[in-house]
């Protein structure tokens, strides 16, 4: 009997062959992508939100019909703020699970961490945040902003009549190659401006740091010389305690105004925001901006995160490196099917003039030459229900300049 099934299961297989079609491993049915996000440590706080709307914005594109007629599997890893651990991770997805791209990074150290990693296995990031420019790599493309599609913008309106006219700058960062060189180019525009050395003060605190009463004393004293703003480039939940710290000193938006390049929606969610309102941020993206496909991301957002019990599901918020994602993944399912492939190097090709019509209120487009997105610019008072009143905006997207022309040697690179 059993001798009988089994040929007769044979018979059904032979036939199946004969016919063309044979069951596919499901790996085949698929196309593998990577999500490269740390889901503990001190950059838990920003970058868990990017994982999640990654794969909203995968189970979005699935339920419409996948990629190439393939569903997307997303393969989540957990770098864990480890910015060595970044590049092992970014080895495994290209090299072991055989990702078609990967989405991820925060802070600039952990993308310089995996860049020679996607340089020499010709792999494909697609990196989110904003950044200090002074790169452009064939194998990353940024979906955040360039420094003169945040920080500068953001120096000019605290210098205006409108943001206070301020002649005095602290410049307070996370101590890594983001704060260090956006300072840097910061410290050159202010140069051109007038702004002396004596009216620049530039503070750097570690990874983690929690102790911001001696720095926020310090900052009290030096605003006593002049109308004084902070230019805040902390990043991670370092952020909670100095913004706490300004409020224990009741540190106003009136007296010393601070605008931060890196505390968004979902960074004052875990912070008490009444002591800051007026306080500045600069970005490309609002939770507060008001247009129906904003609308629609937002509810999308929040619809997602009920059904996935996310945690504090009812008070979930979106925000720029939110954005930056939801338009990548999607600008890069259109370069591919408009190439047929996955291929990296088909993909990257196709990539340029690629266009989406974006939450911000602007159909975004890449850059056809330099793999960054035009962008507009943002600046917003923090209110005190955590959200962002906009106070100033550029017209329209601004193509962006990866190489700063206040940085010594980059004439020639301008056109890029």
């Given at each position: 009997m059993k001798r009988r099934l089994v040929l007769k299961q044979l018979s059904v297989m032979s036939l199946l062959a004969l016919s063309g079609w044979m069951p596919q491993a499901s790996a085949a049915d698929t196309i593998k992508v990577g999500i490269l996000h740390s889901l503990s440590g001190t950059m838990a706080i920003s970058e868990t939100s990017l994982k999640d709307v990654a794969l909203m914005t995968i189970d979005e594109i699935n339920a419409s019909g996948g990629v190439l007629g393939?569903?997307?599997?997303?393969?989540?890893?957990?770098?864990?703020?480890?910015?060595?651990?970044?590049?092992?991770?970014?080895?495994?997805?290209?090299?072991?699970?055989?990702?078609?791209?990967?989405?991820?990074?925060?802070?600039?150290?952990s993308r310089k961490s995996v860049l020679p990693v996607f340089k020499e296995l010709n792999g494909l990031l697609f990196y989110p945040v904003q950044y200090e420019g002074e790169e452009l790599e064939r194998n990353v493309f940024y979906t955040g902003a360039a420094p003169n599609q945040q920080a500068i913008p953001a120096v000019e309106y605290l210098m205006s009549e409108d943001g206070g006219g301020a002649k005095r700058f602290v410049l307070l960062g996370t101590d890594y190659v983001y704060p260090r060189t956006t300072n840097k180019i910061l410290r050159a525009f202010l140069h051109s401006k007038g702004v002396k050395d004596s009216d620049i003060d530039e503070v750097y605190t570690p990874f983690g740091h929690s102790d911001y009463q001696?720095?926020?004393?310090?900052?009290?004293?030096?605003?006593?010389?002049?109308?004084?703003?902070?230019?805040?480039?902390?990043?991670?939940?370092?952020?909670?305690?100095?913004?706490?710290?300004?409020?224990?000193?009741?540190?106003?938006?009136?007296?010393?105004?601070?605008?931060?390049?890196?505390?968004?929606?979902?960074?004052?969610?875990?912070?008490?925001?009444?002591?800051?309102?007026?306080?500045?941020?600069?970005?490309?993206?609002?939770?507060?901006?008001?247009?129906?496909?904003?609308?629609?991301?937002?509810?999308?957002?929040?619809?997602?995160?009920?059904?996935?019990?996310?945690?504090?599901?009812?008070?979930?918020?979106?925000?720029?490196?939110?954005?930056?994602?939801?338009?990548?993944?999607?600008?890069?399912?259109?370069?591919?099917?408009?190439?047929?492939?996955?291929?990296?190097?088909?993909?990257?090709?196709?990539?340029?003039?690629?266009?989406?019509?974006?939450?911000?209120?602007?159909?975004?487009?890449?850059?056809?030459?330099?793999?960054?997105?035009?962008?507009?610019?943002?600046?917003?008072?923090?209110?005190?229900?955590?959200?962002?009143?906009?106070?100033?905006?550029?017209?329209?997207?601004?193509?962006?300049?990866p190489w700063s022309p206040f940085i010594e040697g980059n004439e020639s690179k301008q056109n890029q």
């Open positions: 393939k569903q997307l599997e997303p393969v989540v890893v957990d770098p864990a703020s480890n910015w060595p651990l970044f590049a092992e991770k970014a080895r495994q997805l290209l090299a072991q699970d055989k990702v078609a791209v990967v989405f991820g990074a925060w802070t600039s150290v001696t720095i926020v004393a310090n900052i009290k004293r030096f605003s006593t010389g002049g109308r004084t703003a902070v230019i805040s480039t902390i990043n991670g939940d370092s952020n909670v305690p100095f913004y706490k710290e300004l409020g224990n000193a009741g540190l106003k938006a009136t007296d010393v105004p601070v605008v931060a390049f890196s505390v968004g929606e979902e960074e004052l969610r875990g912070v008490d925001t009444k002591p800051l309102v007026g306080h500045l941020a600069a970005w490309n993206y609002f939770q507060s901006i008001q247009n129906p496909v904003n609308a629609a991301f937002i509810e999308k957002w929040k619809t997602y995160a009920k059904a996935k019990n996310l945690p504090n599901a009812d008070t979930v918020v979106t925000n720029d490196p939110m954005e930056a994602t939801y338009i990548g993944i999607h600008m890069w399912k259109q370069a591919v099917e408009q190439a047929k492939t996955t291929d990296v190097d088909a993909v990257i090709d196709t990539l340029g003039g690629q266009t989406f019509e974006a939450p911000n209120g602007f159909t975004i487009q890449m850059d056809k030459t330099n793999h960054h997105l035009h962008k507009p610019v943002y600046i917003g008072e923090i209110n005190e229900d955590g959200q962002f009143n906009i106070v100033w905006k550029t017209e329209g997207p601004i193509r962006a300049q």
